[in-house]
């Protein structure tokens, strides 16, 4: 299996932009995350879905972050407009059902907003 | 609710050494528990599991961890540290659906 993908690996773009984050989970996995590490925060969970449905969102920042997953095999992280404060590694995980089970990481997006 | 508590955000040890990492937790559940480890430039990947089997539980590259109750510990241990172990190790804790990361803590191992 390719593992969990996320694009891009890097990117950099000035603040006020729109950013928006890709993840494609492992196959047949049905529960997906989305983190943000930080040296300051470390590892944050943002949103987590399941069968697709977002089930808990209580850790996306605010207004300007957003998600979505419009099938089992792919899902986004929308930032607009982008701040300085953005900055981090966002990471997209699958489980195999629900939290019980172990979470699939992906390499990471490297956001620098600037 | 859960919570995890790693003690000490860096440990460092010889190469051929005891590696001790701790990590003590809260769950208003019977607990999953969890230890990640985290490389340079890398996500996450699964070192070992507790699922309410058995306590001691053997995982990848020689390190193990046991679940004592009684002290909500889950520590992860390796007899002899290897240059490779170096990176960063994360415990984590489900009850519930969802699933709480410590905060991490940076081993580094000495030639």
């Known amino acids: 299996d390719a593992g969990v993908i996320q694009s891009p690996r890097h990117e950099v773009t000035e603040m006020g932009q729109e950013v928006t984050l890709r993840c494609k989970p492992i196959?047949?996995?049905?529960?997906l995350f989305w983190y943000r590490q930080t040296m300051m925060r470390g590892l944050e969970l943002l949103i987590y879905?399941?069968?697709?449905?977002?089930?808990?969102d209580s850790g996306m920042p605010e207004d300007r972050f957003s998600a979505k997953m419009p099938n089992a095999s792919f899902s986004t992280l929308k930032i607009q407009p982008s701040e300085p404060r953005d900055s981090a590694v966002y990471f997209c995980?699958?489980?195999?059902?629900?939290?019980?089970?172990?979470?699939?990481f992906g390499p990471g997006t490297r956001l620098t907003v600037t | 609710a859960q919570s995890v508590t790693q003690l000490g955000s860096h440990v460092s040890v010889s190469e051929g050494a005891l590696v001790l990492l701790r990590c003590n937790y809260s769950?208003?559940?019977?607990?999953?528990l969890f230890w990640y480890v985290q490389y340079p430039n890398q996500g996450l990947q699964l070192l070992l599991k507790?699922?309410?089997?058995?306590?001691l539980v053997k995982g990848i590259n020689g390190f193990e961890a046991e679940f004592k109750k009684s002290e909500t510990s889950f520590h992860l241990t390796k007899p002899s540290a290897h240059m490779s172990d170096a990176a960063e190790y994360f415990c984590?804790?489900?009850?519930?659906?969802?699933?709480?990361f410590g905060a991490g803590t940076r081993l580094f191992v000495k030639a």
């Open positions: 995980a699958s489980s195999f059902q629900d939290v019980a089970y172990e979470q699939y």
């Open positions: 196959s047949g996995h049905n529960s």
């Open positions: 879905f399941n069968n697709n449905v977002p089930i808990d």
């Open positions: 769950s208003s559940v019977p607990p999953y």
């Open positions: 507790y699922t309410s089997a058995a306590t």
């Open positions: 984590a804790v489900t009850g519930g659906f969802k699933t709480i």
